[in-house]
């Protein structure tokens, strides 16, 4: 079965600082994966999708097939990056669309 | 344009009620999903539709019910409640096909006595 793993349930890092949010997955087929980030009493929103490859308030993720891996990562953290991440993947279901499996998310905080 | 709406924000049930939970969208998408988001587990996918009078099953579909009557609307009912199913509900759309962005609704928070 399809699954989505995020090893941290809480991160903590000092502002300036780098931070990387794991995630691995287990799916046969060729994943589509996806960053959702929810800020405080707002609604979950896509942050970033591999299939765009690109860098969205400086996070950045790569897909690693071989790890089975999609860890995002920002060079530098900001106090406003403090939020609730969730990594996600796409099943296909045959002829019939496809839907979301998302991981148990890693609350980011970022200290001043 | 509102986006992803959900109604009702916060709702209390006694064990064995029944209630419905309504998701509406403004962006004409064809695909909308329901989700629970229990702490430590993530959101787990409980329906979905793509497209207007269709739905299908999603992760955890037991104990609940849908309905996509009109393309705009897509119905959660729980026909008898039980304390399992409290919980934050999402509702979420997107276009048709393969890898779109989901948008998601402020939530609907339940609690089952």
């Known amino acids: 079965a399809q699954r989505v793993t995020q090893p941290e349930k809480l991160l903590s890092v000092f502002k300036g600082a780098p931070v990387e949010l794991k995630c691995n997955y287990s799916?046969?087929?060729?994943?589509?994966l996806f960053w959702y980030v929810q800020y405080s009493r707002q609604r979950l929103q896509l942050l970033l999708r591999?299939?765009s490859r690109e860098s969205i308030k400086g996070f950045t993720a790569d897909l690693n097939k071989g790890e089975t891996s999609f860890h995002l990562k920002k060079p530098f953290a900001q106090e406003e990056d403090s939020a609730m991440y969730y990594c996600?993947?796409?099943?296909?279901?045959?002829?019939?669309?496809?839907?979301?499996?998302f991981g148990p998310g890693t609350r980011l905080s970022v200290l001043p | 344009n509102a986006g992803v709406t959900q109604t009702p924000k916060f709702r209390v049930l006694k064990t064995g009620q029944s209630m419905t939970l309504l998701c509406a969208q403004d962006?004409?998408?064809?695909?909308m999903y329901w989700y629970r988001q229990d702490p430590g587990m993530g959101l787990r996918l409980i329906h979905y539709s793509v497209g207007e009078g269709t739905t299908a099953k999603g992760e955890v579909p037991d104990g609940y019910n849908v309905s996509r009557l009109k393309k705009q609307n897509f119905l959660l009912g729980l026909e008898s409640a039980a304390p399992s199913q409290t919980s934050v509900y999402f509702c979420?759309?997107?276009?048709?096909?393969?890898?779109?962005?989901?948008?998601f609704g402020p939530g609907t928070r339940l609690l089952v006595l």
């Open positions: 996600a993947l796409t099943v296909n279901r045959d002829n019939y669309g496809q839907n979301f499996v």
């Open positions: 979420a759309s997107s276009e048709a096909g393969s890898y779109e962005t989901q948008y």
């Open positions: 962006m004409n998408h064809e695909y």
């Open positions: 799916y046969s087929g060729s994943p589509e």
């Open positions: 591999h299939i």
